[in-house]
């Protein structure tokens, strides 16, 4: 070991509102489009609201944030990661004037953090478009979804940004390429939807979120604004340079949106792209001005890795986006294939191609937990999640020696909520446990799991602990 976490580092965990907060209706929240999407991506959404939907209710952290920053807070957190619900603020989307309910709530929530002295990192949007906009406008296919989500980051900014200094404009940002509805409230179907609309969609959204970036520095300059993408590093399924050209491609895909963002002007070889495809974005003069307020810092989220090749290879499950399997690597009961190296591989990757600090505000193992006693207590033995953890943090330490400048870490889900694609709660990525099982039955009680523990001891000691 060459080196270590820098002192300072932003150790913590990750939520997001539609996952955990539950109160669906509640304090004037409007709809939103994960209301209606009880099977997450698995299945087209409904019409109304339905009870088999596990995230109405979430892990009621609406009604009970208090208990579970404490939890946050005895673990050491010095920063939490949170997304604001977009419908609980402006529950449409396309008002003139935000709820008051709402934001009292994230007041309170904001004033048990600081109680704690735990750094707030909020997400603006989080798979959480409201259903009005989703089905009236399609989502970001329409450009008024820039000025209903400029007024909605501006009432943030405004009411917020003397005490959340750090901000993500979308999660995620590149996972609309596969699933348009829950990335970008797109409400025609993935199958009905062109490939012309999707781009469009795309452009909406990036000046979209350096417009917001520009606002922020305009109501505060001390402000840091991030954007946030899905990370998957791409290996070639075989040295040959067609499947080479394969991940360079697919690589593409991805890099494009922080290559917008950190640089603020479109690649060329999106903009080729385009042409191929016989598409002409609707950009104007002053998109492209707008575009260039770029980032301050990359953030982004770390599950896995896959192969990509130009013929061949077996198809694996993945986070949103999936691909070839990598015949080197265990995988998870979901499928992911697990791959420490691959974090310091985009690690190195992201830091060499932007040279902006990198915030890593994902990452973590969903697994089948079984529940416990010991000495009486309920408890989850959970020695596969410490290691994925250990094994993960051994990779940022050695990125960090390379001369990564790593600003934090945020475990994803550090208590148990309903998973984003498949919308269970048997798919647990906590260190707190939380009884409630796919049938909607439980008590909603919190336990500690071993992991509880390893990752207060990690933080206490900076990460001196890693085996
Ligand atoms: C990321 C999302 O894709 O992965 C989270 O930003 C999500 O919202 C996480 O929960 C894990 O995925 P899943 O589908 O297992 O919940």
């Not at 109160?23 to 009870?51: C, N, W």
């Not at 450009?143 to 909605?152: A, L």
């Not at 840091?224 to 080479?244: K, S, W």
Request: proline share 5%; hydrophobic share 40%; net charge negative.
């Amino acid at each position: 070991m060459s080196t270590t976490f820098p002192d300072g580092f932003l150790w913590g965990g990750a939520t997001a509102a539609n996952q955990l907060e539950g109160g669906y209706d509640a304090g004037g929240k409007g709809l939103s489009i994960q209301d209606v999407m009880p099977r997450g991506i698995l299945a087209p959404p409904v019409e109304e609201p339905t009870a088999d939907n596990l995230k109405l209710v979430g892990i009621d952290h609406y009604h009970r944030y208090a208990e579970d920053i404490a939890l946050f807070a005895e673990m050491g957190f010095k920063v939490y990661r949170f997304s604001i619900a977009w419908s609980r603020i402006f529950p449409n989307g396309d008002e003139e004037t935000p709820n008051e309910e709402g934001l009292a709530f994230y007041d309170a929530l904001l004033d048990e953090l600081e109680k704690h002295g735990i750094e707030p990192l909020v997400t603006i949007s989080h798979y959480e478009t409201p259903l009005h906009l989703a089905k009236t406008y399609d989502g970001w296919v329409d450009r008024r979804m820039i000025g209903f989500y400029e007024r909605y980051a501006r009432t943030l900014f405004e009411r917020y940004g003397n005490r959340v200094k750090y901000w993500l404009t979308f999660n995620e940002i590149n996972s609309v390429l596969h699933a348009p509805l829950m990335s970008g409230g797109i409400w025609t179907s993935k199958e009905q939807l062109s490939k012309a609309d999707l781009y469009q969609a795309i452009h909406h959204e990036l000046v979209a979120s350096a417009s917001a970036t520009k606002i922020a520095r305009e109501i505060n300059p001390e402000l840091r604004i991030g954007c946030m993408i899905l990370a998957m590093p791409i290996y070639p399924l075989t040295p040959d340079p067609a499947d080479v050209l394969k991940v360079m491609d697919a690589d593409h895909g991805n890099l494009a949106f922080s290559d917008v963002h950190v640089r603020g002007a479109y690649p060329g070889y999106f903009l080729r792209t385009l042409r191929d495809q016989g598409i002409e974005l609707d950009i104007t003069d002053a998109d492209r001005e707008t575009l260039t307020n770029t980032v301050d810092f990359v953030s982004f989220s770390y599950y896995m890795s896959i192969c990509e090749a130009a013929s061949g290879g077996e198809v694996g499950q993945g986070n949103i986006m999936g691909g070839i399997k990598n015949p080197k690597l265990p995988a998870s009961e979901w499928g992911w294939q697990i791959d420490p190296v691959g974090l310091r591989i985009v690690l190195n990757q992201f830091w060499d191609r932007w040279g902006k600090p990198l915030f890593i505000v994902e990452n973590g193992l969903g697994a089948k937990d079984e529940l416990v006693e010991v000495d009486g207590v309920p408890t989850v033995q959970d020695d596969y999640r410490i290691a994925y953890l250990n094994d993960h943090l051994v990779q940022v330490r050695e990125a960090i020696a390379d001369g990564v400048d790593v600003m934090g870490y945020t475990w994803w889900g550090p208590i148990d909520v309903v998973s984003a694609s498949t919308a269970q709660l048997s798919k647990r990525y906590g260190f707190i446990y939380v009884d409630r099982n796919d049938d909607g039955s439980g008590t909603l009680n919190r336990y500690r799991k071993k992991s509880f523990g390893w990752y207060r001891d990690t933080i206490a000691s900076n990460g001196a602990n890693l085996a």
